[in-house]
């Protein structure tokens, strides 16, 4: 049974008449009649009463015609969800992210994403860096906004956002009246600092800065979450090296100071894996880059 043979039946049931129904089919009456009766040989009960004055559906014609169209129904709408699918319009997207990208880079580029494709199901996984690379390598998430550096060959990574660091000062401290704070300034403070596993470009070039300047940090306290570290200030602990975005986290106990002549940059990147062959990926991935290069 082929499925032209039940588009000819339905045609043949809506006309009860076959040489209207061959018009309809750009067909002529024999070749018609011919499938239909191929049909009903097949299904094993005849489909019309045939006279030479009518032609009449059989009460099993009636219940066949029905569930026909049904199946036909859904066989469309099956078509019609794949085609959406394969154009990214439909489907799922398993995304993950480090707490920082939470700020002011997911969400616009989320909410602008779902606007667009209403369609497509997101679903967020709050992540460390390693887990992210893990679940991206395994197929676990489709995409990760993470930090740099990602060194598996298996994934693709773009930068997507790249800002200047402040200091996060207590509000009571010496320094927090001044307009900017250079790094010779905190070398006897004690330091608040994101962890090398959260953040380990952040991390390894901070240290890195303060020792081009003749010291070491005094890190005393690190942390995996913007909101401790800025807790851990707040509390008067230390003083905080932090992504401009930080200033986000409004606290009437922090202030946040320009570091004066040295740029320490902080980057978010997006990774995801070569194989993977999501489509509604690809539009994510377009949306997100395009969004960034346009800010």
């Given at each position: 049974?082929e499925l032209r043979h039940l588009q000819y039946f339905i045609t043949v049931a809506e006309e009860l008449h076959f040489g209207r129904a061959a018009v309809r089919l750009n067909m002529t009456q024999p070749p018609l009649s011919q499938q239909i009766k191929q049909l009903e040989e097949e299904l094993g009960f005849p489909l019309f009463h045939r006279s030479n004055r009518a032609v009449e559906?059989?009460?099993?014609?009636?219940?066949?015609?029905?569930?026909?169209?049904?199946?036909?129904?859904?066989?469309?709408?099956?078509?019609?969800?794949?085609?959406?699918?394969?154009?990214?319009?439909?489907?799922?997207?398993?995304?993950?992210?480090?707490?920082?990208?939470?700020?002011?880079?997911?969400?616009?580029?989320?909410?602008?994403?779902?606007?667009?494709?209403?369609?497509?199901?997101?679903?967020?996984?709050?992540?460390?860096?390693?887990?992210?690379?893990?679940?991206?390598?395994?197929?676990?998430?489709?995409?990760?906004?993470?930090?740099?550096?990602?060194?598996?060959?298996?994934?693709?990574?773009?930068?997507?956002?790249?800002?200047?660091?402040?200091?996060?000062?207590?509000?009571?401290?010496?320094?927090?009246?001044?307009?900017?704070?250079?790094?010779?300034?905190?070398?006897?403070?004690?330091?608040?600092?994101?962890?090398?596993?959260?953040?380990?470009?952040?991390?390894?070039?901070?240290?890195?800065?303060?020792?081009?300047?003749?010291?070491?940090?005094?890190?005393?306290?690190?942390?995996?979450?913007?909101?401790?570290?800025?807790?851990?200030?707040?509390?008067?602990?230390?003083?905080?090296?932090?992504?401009?975005?930080?200033?986000?986290?409004?606290?009437?106990?922090?202030?946040?100071?320009?570091?004066?002549?040295?740029?320490?940059?902080?980057?978010?990147?997006?990774?995801?894996?070569?194989?993977?062959?999501?489509?509604?990926?690809?539009?994510?991935?377009?949306?997100?880059?395009?969004?960034?290069?346009?800010?």
């Amino acid at each position: 049974m082929e499925l032209r043979h039940l588009q000819y039946f339905i045609t043949v049931a809506e006309e009860l008449h076959f040489g209207r129904a061959a018009v309809r089919l750009n067909m002529t009456q024999p070749p018609l009649s011919q499938q239909i009766k191929q049909l009903e040989e097949e299904l094993g009960f005849p489909l019309f009463h045939r006279s030479n004055r009518a032609v009449e559906l059989t009460t099993a014609g009636n219940v066949f015609l029905s569930q026909v169209r049904s199946v036909l129904n859904q066989l469309d709408r099956a078509i019609d969800h794949a085609r959406h699918t394969a154009r990214g319009e439909l489907g799922k997207i398993v995304i993950g992210f480090v707490g920082t990208a939470s700020y002011e880079i997911l969400p616009p580029a989320i909410s602008e994403f779902r606007s667009i494709y209403p369609s497509v199901e997101i679903e967020l996984r709050q992540l460390s860096k390693p887990d992210q690379v893990k679940a991206l390598v395994n197929g676990d998430i489709d995409i990760g906004f993470l930090h740099p550096p990602v060194e598996s060959k298996e994934l693709i990574s773009r930068s997507i956002k790249k800002s200047r660091c402040i200091f996060a000062v207590p509000k009571k401290h010496p320094l927090a009246d001044k307009p900017a704070i250079s790094i010779k300034d905190i070398k006897n403070e004690p330091i608040i600092s994101l962890s090398k596993e959260a953040w380990s470009t952040l991390y390894t070039n901070f240290i890195r800065l303060c020792e081009n300047h003749g010291f070491s940090p005094n890190i005393v306290q690190e942390s995996t979450e913007y909101q401790m570290v800025i807790g851990l200030v707040t509390a008067g602990i230390g003083i905080a090296v932090v992504p401009h975005s930080a200033k986000r986290l409004f606290n009437l106990d922090v202030v946040y100071k320009k570091i004066d002549q040295d740029d320490l940059m902080a980057e978010w990147i997006i990774s995801y894996k070569k194989e993977n062959q999501n489509p509604a990926l690809f539009h994510l991935v377009h949306h997100v880059l395009h969004r960034m290069a346009s800010n």
